[in-house]
């Protein structure tokens, strides 16, 4: 199982960003898709989550400028970002939740990419 992510980048403060994150894998049963994020010295938290049956969760701090969807038949969750602040510079991190053909439950994680907002 591959999570391929890209996007991000440096932006200015107000400015906005796109994430795009792709499973790729066979015989993959995807649950739910989301984003985290890791800035130095913090812990990883939860930015946006979307599940199959596209039910959406937003931590507080991004609700109403982040929106996340998701193509299930491409096994991408895309996280669209917009009037971008200084602390939401981290480490972006795709996730996917789901099982696999041995019917084990797994988190995959994808390798992460770097955000950064200046002010």
């Known amino acids: 199982v591959q999570l391929v992510e890209s996007g991000g980048g440096l932006v200015q403060a107000g400015g906005s960003l796109s994430l795009s994150c792709t499973v790729s894998?066979?015989?993959?049963?995807?649950?739910?898709m989301g984003w985290y994020r890791q800035a130095p010295g913090n812990q990883r938290e939860l930015v946006a989550l979307i599940t199959s049956g596209g039910n959406t969760h937003y931590a507080d701090s991004v609700q109403g400028r982040f929106t996340i969807s998701r193509d299930s038949a491409e096994n991408t969750v895309n996280l669209q970002m917009n009037g971008l602040k200084p602390e939401d510079t981290a480490v972006y991190l795709c996730?996917?939740?789901?099982?696999?053909?041995?019917?084990?439950?797994?988190?995959?994680w994808g390798q992460g990419t770097q955000v950064t907002v200046s002010s």
């Open positions: 996730k996917a939740a789901g099982y696999a053909l041995d019917m084990q439950h797994y988190d995959w």
């Open positions: 894998g066979s015989s993959l049963s995807i649950n739910a």
